[in-house]
């Protein structure tokens, strides 16, 4: 491991009774390291982000983010310390407007614990909540209420409502999930933009493995609870151990 680790988990273990959801998980990401976090369903991959972000606690082992243990704080201030996460099932505040759900997560900063959406309503925040939706392409949704959108741009706005934490790592649990292949990877871009344009450190949990190969720098493979592989994209695609666990035999390489 590098000196340059901005998150790392020690000997990480969640247990549900007697299913072992986390089994001593030890894995570190780099500043403006895009990392995979790919393993079969059930292998606990999202257990491990909701762990880190703070929404469960670890039965065993600890979170460090820039060298301070984390794993005992709530998630409201793991995500104002720098870490925030998208989910799998995305739930937005569905009938309020695009920009609105946007403008209640940048009033973060101003407005913690507060629920009234007016009260967000400060110049600089609608500035900072259009600036956004700019930048993941829903600008001209911003006044449609958000249960209108697709699963594509319903994807995009959960990365924008992350994105107005002002995070220095992003958790990003199934980005692509239910996408058409074009849609897929324009997210690609997106994903990519983030770490090139704002300096973004990402954590990607995937399954589809064109996506998760060609975005992450390295990668980890979760089966069990445990990481049965480490590496870049390259190794992790022809290592045995993966192939027999989770890519299968028929997976082709290259």
């Known amino acids: 491991m590098k000196g340059s680790a901005m998150l790392r988990t020690e000997n990480l273990c969640k247990y549900f009774g007697g299913v072992r959801a986390l089994d001593g998980v030890n894995i570190y990401v780099e500043k403006e390291e895009i990392l995979g976090i790919i393993g079969p369903n059930g292998a606990g991959k999202t257990t491990l ?4 972000s703070g929404f469960y606690k670890p039965t ?17 201030k793991i995500a104002k ?3 925030s996460r998208t989910f799998q099932i995305v739930k937005p505040f569905r009938d309020l407007t695009v ?6 997560a940048c009033g973060k900063d101003y407005y913690f614990g507060i629920s009234f959406v007016k009260s967000y309503y400060r110049k600089d925040i609608i500035e900072k909540a259009t600036r956004i939706l700019e930048e993941v392409g829903l600008s001209e949704y911003k006044d449609s209420p958000a249960k209108v959108l697709p699963i594509g741009h319903l994807r995009r706005l959960e990365i924008a409502r992350a994105l107005a934490l002002d995070p220095q790592i992003l958790l990003l649990d199934e980005p692509t999930a239910g996408m058409s292949h074009k849609e897929a990877v324009e997210i690609m871009k997106l994903v990519s933009t983030l770490r090139e344009e704002r300096g973004v450190t990402i954590m990607l949990v995937e399954h589809n493995m064109k996506v998760a190969m ?3 720098d390295r990668m980890y493979v979760l089966n069990y609870g445990k990481i049965i592989a480490e590496g870049p994209p390259e190794e992790i695609k022809k290592n045995p151990v993966v192939i027999e666990a989770y890519l299968g035999s028929g997976y082709k390489v290259g």
């Open 49 to 52: 982000f909701n762990v880190i």
């Open 60 to 76: 065993k082992g600890h979170v460090f983010y820039m060298n301070k243990r984390i794993d005992r704080l709530p998630p409201a």
């Open 81 to 83: 310390m720098g870490i």
């Open 99 to 104: 920009l609105q759900n946007v403008i209640v």
């Open 214 to 216: 060609e975005l992450s």
